[in-house]
């Protein structure tokens, strides 16, 4: 398979396929899927001769991306992605419970939709600064 890329959509598949083997890998310490690892490999070996040498790292026979890539602004997306995640998913947890929802779905989403939407109405206000846990 041949594929033709710009310097610019390179540069963007670099940013899709290290978002994507992030949230699979992140959190799977030494049970990695180790296809995606050497996928990102093979793409950041490219780099050289695309003119990005800086994206790429060498580190026991490996290649990686380098830390100015790490450091160029990638993580601070994954951030704003998971921030995105975390509050949905907690809105939609809260909403379920206050509506007796945790295990069933409703016949009509539009209270469930409506009592979230609240809910990250107040956390695009005040963030974590009115949730209370009593424990």
């Given at each position: 398979m041949n594929v033709e890329f710009t310097g610019k959509e390179f540069r963007r598949l670099l940013?899709?396929?290290?978002?994507?083997?992030w949230i699979l890998n992140s959190a799977r310490g030494d049970d990695r899927f180790e296809d995606y690892d050497d996928l990102q490999e093979k793409l950041f070996s490219?780099?050289?001769?695309?003119?990005l040498s800086a994206?790429?790292?060498?580190?026991?026979?490996?290649?990686?991306?380098?830390?100015?890539y790490e450091d160029g602004g990638i993580h601070?997306?994954?951030?704003?992605?998971?921030d995105a995640v975390f509050f949905s998913i907690l809105a939609e947890e809260l909403a379920r419970?206050?509506?007796?929802?945790?295990?069933?779905?409703p016949e009509?989403?539009?209270e469930l939709s409506e009592r979230m939407e609240d809910y990250l109405d107040e956390f695009d206000k005040n963030g974590l600064g009115s949730v209370n846990v009593d424990i």
């Open positions: 940013d899709l396929v290290y978002i994507g083997n490219l780099c050289p001769q695309n003119g994206l790429a790292g060498y580190w026991q026979g490996h290649i990686y991306p380098s830390k100015a601070e997306a994954i951030a704003d992605y998971e419970r206050d509506l007796g929802l945790e295990n069933s779905d009509d989403f539009t």
